[in-house]
């Protein structure tokens, strides 16, 4: 197994899947600031998560292309993989917790046998490196002490991060039993523009500013390790370009917060009043903590987090009120039905009102 990046010559032709989400729009326009870069080909479903905006500033540039089709078409991605690419960087995902206690099965498909279809043409082709961009939370949840490790055992307690731990031990059995060239991230929460805003922070930001109730679950004492976006896409370069071969390296922000502290942040920043946070029913299977030990990174890729908490969070807030038109673009049509079956009788129950559906959902109610 290969393990002197430095020897190796560059990667030049990328093939990034689920570029057009979150965390790999961000990383496809890093991509295309280095100089090197002579391909990046972006494979997504465009599934609700996908969203074409995010890479509107790219679509002109020649090295860019757009390839729209799933992970798990594996002609497709054959196909592509022909065209000739040196790596694929693999973020596609059905990436939501909460989306994954109501369809499971789906996030099996995309998340383990997509990574699946990847790998095999990956080592059909012979590809010199295979990224695969996982999560901490494959190490389940932390007690108020700790802190992960690349060594930590694998324990996931939600569909989500168990399709993604699967997915993660496919990489490692294609590395020893194939020998191909795989490299795994698992990075911590990520927050920054264009996240969707089924998650925590893009939630609580976009439902404040229109004054409505922001749902947080349980005691609000769960804490999340916050890492800005453009740090996680440049910790995903780092490991795809000086990563050791067959390693994982996590990445984290050091940013340890419990939501209730965020969910002041954020209404202190846009000056709204604390009484916006309503206390609903905890999430099934809710992760206590998660806190990340990054030290590989830091010295195998020489990487850390630049972005500080205070000004990331700043920054995102003041994004999401700079753009009302991508918000409301994302929540339209079936988000809304999303959003009724996960907050609605939640939501009135926090009010004091009786459900609108016939289960009632038990919650806790609270004074922040
Ligand atoms: P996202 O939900 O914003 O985007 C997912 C993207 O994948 C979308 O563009 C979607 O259209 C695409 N996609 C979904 N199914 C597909 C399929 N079958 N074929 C092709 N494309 C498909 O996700 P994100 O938050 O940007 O996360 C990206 C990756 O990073 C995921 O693998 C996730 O597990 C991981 N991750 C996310 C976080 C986080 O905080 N968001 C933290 C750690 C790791
Ligand atoms: O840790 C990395 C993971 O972070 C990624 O692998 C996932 O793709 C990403 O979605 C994220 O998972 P979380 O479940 O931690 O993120 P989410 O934004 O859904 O929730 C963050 C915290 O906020 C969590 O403790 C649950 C809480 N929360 C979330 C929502 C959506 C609320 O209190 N209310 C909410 O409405």
Redesign the pocket.
């Known amino acids: 197994m290969r393990d002197a990046r430095s020897e190796m010559p560059p990667l030049e032709r990328l093939l990034v899947t689920g570029g057009c989400g979150f965390i790999g729009s961000h990383f496809v326009r890093l991509a295309l600031r280095r100089p090197r870069t002579r391909l990046v080909v972006n494979l997504d479903a465009l599934t609700y998560a996908g969203n074409p905006e995010n890479l509107r500033d790219v679509e002109g540039d020649p090295r860019y292309r757009f390839a729209k089709g799933s992970v798990c078409d594996a002609e497709r991605v054959d196909a592509l993989v022909r065209e000739g690419v040196d790596a694929i960087v693999h973020f596609a995902?059905e990436?939501?917790?909460?989306r994954s206690l109501y369809g499971p099965v789906d996030f099996v498909r995309t998340n383990l046998e997509g990574t699946s279809v990847l790998l095999e043409a990956a080592r059909r082709a012979g590809l010199r490196r295979f990224l695969q961009v996982s999560?901490?939370?494959v190490y389940g949840s932390l007690p108020r002490e700790g802190r992960f490790r690349e060594t930590t055992p694998l324990h996931p307690n939600n569909p989500?991060?168990t399709t993604?731990a699967a997915a993660d031990l496919m990489v490692g059995a294609y590395v020893r039993t194939f020998g191909i060239d795989a490299v795994v991230t698992r990075?911590?929460?990520?927050y920054g523009p264009h996240q969707h805003p089924?998650?925590?922070?893009p939630?609580f930001i976009s439902n404040a500013l229109q004054d409505k109730p922001c749902?947080?679950?349980?005691d609000?004492m769960?804490v999340?390790d916050w890492l800005h976006v453009e740090d996680n896409a440049r910790g995903i370069w780092a490991a795809l370009a000086k990563g050791k071969g067959g390693r994982v390296y996590n990445l984290g922000g050091g940013n340890e917060r419990p939501?209730l502290e965020v969910a002041r942040a954020i209404l202190r920043l846009l000056r709204k009043p604390e009484s916006l946070v309503a206390f609903?029913q905890d999430?099934p299977g809710?992760?206590r903590r998660?806190a990340i030990d990054c030290s590989r990174a830091r010295r195998d890729l020489g990487w850390t987090p630049r972005v500080s908490f205070e000004r990331g969070l700043r920054d995102t807030v003041a994004w999401y009120r700079a753009n009302p038109g991508w918000v409301e673009r994302v929540r339209s049509g079936a988000y809304r039905e999303y959003y009724a079956r996960q907050?609605g009788d939640a939501l009135r129950a926090a009010a004091g009102m009786p459900a609108a559906s016939r289960e009632t959902t038990p919650v806790r109610r609270r004074r922040t």
């Open positions: 995902a990436s939501h917790v909460d999560t901490d939370e989500y991060s993604k990075s911590s929460n990520n089924e998650k925590f922070i939630l749902p947080l679950y349980g609000g769960h999340r939501n609903v999430r809710h992760d998660y907050y």
